[in-house]
C-alpha cells in the first residue's frame, strides 16, 4: 500500500502536501509515514493469527527514535546488534523483555549492559561467544536466556553484500556443529539453552530459500529435544523482501506465514521473527531538489542536492529507487541520470532514467528509502546529515533536525600543540 500518493498532481504523504514540508524543513531530507508503518506491522502481526509470536523490529535498518516508538507502540520487541541500538531500542519505550541481541561481535561490555537490563534473549553466534557469555553471566550471578544462531547453507538469491545464511558467510554456526555445542552449553554456568535463530540474508523475494532454512531448524530443534534439550523458541530472522520498482513481487507476509506454520507448527514453539527492511522500507521516502540540470554529451544529468552519502544503497548495492517529481507533469518523459554532488562518479542514484522534463529548483522524490538510508548516511563531503520527519495524517514532525556546521565541526578537537 502506498502513502505517498497524487492529489491533483502534487505528491501528498498522508494528508500533508510534500511541497509544504520541503519549504518548511529545507530540502533533502526523509519523510516517513505513521500509516505505512502500521500497515507493515500489522500485516505481520495478522498473518500470524493466534500463533504465539514476537515481532522484534530489526532497528538497524531505522534506528530514529520516532520510528523505533511507532512499531513499539503496536506491540514490535527489538532486534539489536550493539549497545547503542539497545539504549535506542529502551530509550523507545520498548521493553528489555521484548529484545533479542543478535551479532557476531558481542564485546564483554555489551554483553554486561545487555545482561543487567534483563534482555530476553541472546542469539549467539560461535563458540568463544558462549564461553564469554557464560563466564559473564555466572559472574554477575544472572542466567543468559540464548539461541544458537544456525548457519543452514543455504543461498538466499539475493546481493551477496546482504547473503548471510551461505557456510561461508561469516554468520553462526554450521549447521552440522549444532547438537555437539548444544551439549557443551547445557553444561555450562549461567547459560540457559531456549532455541535456535537464523537470518539467512535481506530483501529475499522468495519463499523457498526461507523454507529450505526453516526446515532444516525444524529438524534441528527435533534432534536437541531427542538429546535431553529444553528447545522453545524459534527466532527466524529477517529478510522478507519489498517491492522496489522494477522488481518482481516478493511474497505476502501472509504467504510467509503460511509456509512458517507449516513447516513449524509440530514443534509448539514461541516463533520470533525480526522483520526490518519490510517494516519501513516503503514507509519513506527522500525528498530533494535539482540544483542544475546539466547536459552532457552523451547523457542528460539531473544533479540534485541529495548524494551517496544521504542514501548509499545505488552505490553500495546497485539498488534500485524509483525517482518521481513531486509535481505531476503531462509533458513526455526524458532519460536522466540522476546524480548528486559529491566528487565520485559512484555518486549515482539512477542512469537513464525515464522522469517528466525537470529544471532547477524542482523537487523531486526517492522512493522505498525507509531501510538503510538514513542509518547509513555521512557527513562525507561535510555535508550535514539531513533532516528526518514523520508524517501522521494531517500532521508533520521534524524527528531529527539538521545540525548546522558549527555543530558538525565541533566534533573535532585540535590537538594540544596545534592550539594557541
Ligand atoms: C539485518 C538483520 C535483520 C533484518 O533484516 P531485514 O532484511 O531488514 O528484514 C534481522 N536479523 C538479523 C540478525 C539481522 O542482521
Known amino acids: 500500500m502506498n502513502y505517498f500518493e497524487y492529489r491533483n498532481g502534487e505528491m501528498f504523504a498522508e494528508g500533508v502536501r510534500v511541497a509544504d514540508i520541503a519549504e518548511k524543513v529545507g530540502t533533502p531530507f526523509y519523510l516517513y509515514s505513521t500509516a505505512s508503518l502500521a500497515h507493515q506491522f500489522n500485516q505481520f502481526k495478522e498473518a500470524f493469527g493466534d500463533v504465539d509470536l514476537l515481532i522484534c523490529y530489526a532497528v538497524k535498518a531505522n534506528t530514529n527514535q520516532a520510528v523505533i516508538k511507532t512499531l513499539a507502540e503496536l506491540g514490535a520487541g527489538a532486534d539489536v546488534v550493539s549497545e547503542g541500538e539497545m539504549r535506542r531500542a529502551l530509550k523507545a519505550g520498548v521493553p528489555a523483555e521484548k529484545i533479542v541481541y543478535s551479532g557476531v561481535a558481542k564485546t564483554v561490555s555489551e554483553m554486561t549492559f545487555a545482561l543487567n537490563q534483563g534482555i530476553y534473549q541472546f542469539n549467539v553466534e560461535s563458540e568463544p561467544e558462549l564461553y564469554q557469555l557464560s563466564s559473564i553471566a555466572a559472574e554477575l550471578g544472572k542466567t543468559a536466556d540464548i539461541t544458537f544462531r544456525v548457519n543452514p547453507d543455504v543461498d538466499a538469491k539475493t546481493h551477496a553484500k546482504i547473503s548471510t545464511g551461505k557456510s561461508e558467510n561469516k554468520f553462526g554456526v554450521p549447521w552440522k556443529s549444532i547438537r555437539e555445542l548444544c551439549t557443551r552449553a547445557a553444561a555450562l554456568p549461567g547459560i540457559k539453552l531456549v532455541g535456535l535463530d537464523l537470518h539467512i540474508g535481506s530483501q529475499i523475494t522468495e519463499l523457498d530459500p526461507f523454507e529450505a532454512a526453516f526446515t532444516r531448524i525444524s529438524g534441528l530443534v527435533e534432534t536437541l529435544r531427542e538429546d535431553g534439550h529444553d528447545i522453545s523458541r524459534i527466532d527466524l530472522g529477517g529478510g522478507l523482501g519489498i517491492p522496489y520498482e522494477g522488481d518482481d513481487f516478493p511474497p505476502l507476509p501472509r504467504e510467509y506465514a503460511e509456509m512458517v506454520t507449516r513447516v513449524t507448527e509440530h514443534l509448539n514453539c514461541k516463533i520470533i521473527i525480526e522483520p526490518g527492511r519490510f517494516l519501513v522500507g516503503n514507509a519513506g521516502i527522500l525528498v530533494s531538489k535539482v540544483v542544475y540540470v546539466k547536459k552532457g554529451e552523451e547523457r542528460e544529468f539531473l544533479i540534485i542536492d541529495a548524494a551517496m552519502n544521504d542514501l548509499v544503497r545505488p552505490s553500495m548495492y546497485d539498488a534500485y529507487h524509483g525517482i518521481v517529481p513531486v509535481v505531476e507533469s503531462s509533458e513526455e518523459s526524458v532519460l536522466y541520470d540522476v546524480v548528486g554532488p559529491v566528487c565520485e562518479t559512484g555518486d549515482t542514484f539512477a542512469t537513464n532514467r525515464l522522469i517528466t522534463p525537470m529544471k532547477s529548483g524542482d523537487l523531486l522524490a526517492i522512493r522505498s528509502v525507509g531501510a538503510y538510508g538514513a542509518v547509513m548516511s555521512s557527513t562525507y563531503n561535510t555535508r550535514p546529515l ?21 555543530e558538525i565541526i565541533g566534533l573535532d578537537q585540535l590537538a594540544p600543540w596545534l592550539s594557541e
Open 386 to 406: 539531513i533532516p528526518e520527519v514523520l508524517v501522521k495524517k494531517n500532521d508533520f514532525a521534524v524527528v531529527r533536525p539538521r545540525p548546522t556546521y558549527d
